[in-house]
């Protein structure tokens, strides 16, 4: 009984809306003014007419010997690492395109199964290099593995950058 009230209703909205909608604008156009017929008046504007004729001026940047105003002061440049030889896989990625899986403990120690953009999967423990930086696996906890990498920051002096992968994204 109740959707049939609500059904109605609306029905009868709907059709109250379509019907509004309906009605036509009108529009009033108003009488222009007369021009009035002074005869000095004409010499006058079409002498002022070229007097203030505007001529185009063009204007001409000599970027030559300039800097690129849009280009940042400092640029720092970017080191793509590439592959080494004889390196594994984990050593051929960086450390943000690897996807923290899982985690599993034995006894004393735990171990973390990573997912790489090969779209392979490698378990790994502490200690283990990893990254195209040379980072290396620092712990790993019930809940996250924290990465090592030392990179060199924009004076070429080498910082220690730490990256936590977290097994649980809320977290991060």
Known sequence: MEKRIIYFTLCIFLVLTFVACKKEVTTVQKPMAEKTGIKGMETDTKESQEAYKV?????????????????????????????????????????????????????????????LPDKKTYTITEGIALGLEGGKVDKITPNEVIITEYIKDYRGELKPKVTELKLHKEEE
């Open 55 to 115: 001529t185009k001026e063009e204007y001409f940047y000599e970027s030559r010997g300039r800097r690129d105003p849009f280009m940042p002061l400092i640029v720092i440049p970017k080191q793509i690492s590439t592959r080494k030889k004889g390196s594994s896989p984990m050593e051929s990625f960086g450390v943000d395109e690897i996807i923290l899986i899982a985690i599993a403990s034995d006894k004393d120690k735990y171990y973390a199964l990573v997912f």
